[in-house]
C-alpha cells in the first residue's frame, strides 16, 4: 500500500513539480482520497498495517512539502524554519485526513480539502505558498 500511495503521489505530482495552489489541491486531495479507498478495502487482519502506512504516507508527504519549501522563494524573514513549517503542515493535513476518512459522511472530499487549504496557506505564505502565487 505504501508503494501504491507513493506511486499516485508521482503520477500526479512528479518529482519536478514546483509549490504552487493547484499542486498544494493536488497534494491534500491525493491524502484524502488515498485515505478513503484505502478505509474501504481495509479487513479486519490489515489493522495491524494500518500504522505503517500512515507513518509512511505522513512521511512522503513531510519530505514533498519540505523540497517545496526548501526549493521556492522566500517572502519573508531568512530565519523562516522550511523544516519545521513542513513538519507542522504535513501533520495538520495528514491527521485531519485521518480523521476525516474514519467519518466521511460528515462532509465531502472536495469541501475538506479547500477547508485544510484555507488553513494550512498561512503557515505556507512566507515561502511563496498558495497567496502568492
Given amino acids: 500500500m505504501t508503494e501504491k500511495f507513493q506511486l499516485i503521489l508521482k503520477k500526479r505530482l512528479p518529482d519536478d513539480s514546483a509549490f504552487s495552489p493547484d499542486n498544494l489541491y493536488v497534494l491534500v486531495q491525493t491524502i484524502f482520497q488515498f485515505l478513503i479507498r484505502f478505509r474501504?478495502?481495509?479487513t479486519p487482519g490489515d489493522k495491524q498495517f494500518e500504522p505503517l502506512l500512515e507513518n509512511a504516507m505522513q512521511k512522503e508527504l513531510y519530505r514533498l512539502l519540505l523540497k517545496w519549501l526548501e526549493s521556492g522563494p522566500?517572502?519573508?524573514?531568512?530565519?523562516?524554519?522550511?523544516?519545521?513549517?513542513?513538519?507542522?503542515?504535513?501533520?495538520?493535513?495528514?491527521?485531519s485526513a485521518m480523521q476525516w476518512s474514519r467519518n466521511p459522511q460528515n462532509c465531502s472530499v472536495e469541501w475538506m480539502v479547500e477547508e485544510i487549504i484555507e488553513v494550512v496557506k498561512v503557515n505556507l505564505a512566507p515561502f511563496g505558498g498558495p497567496d502568492q502565487a
Fill in 74 to 95: 522566500r517572502q519573508s524573514c531568512p530565519q523562516e524554519k522550511p523544516e519545521a513549517t513542513a513538519l507542522v503542515v504535513s501533520w495538520g493535513i495528514f491527521g
Fill in 40 to 42: 474501504q478495502y481495509l
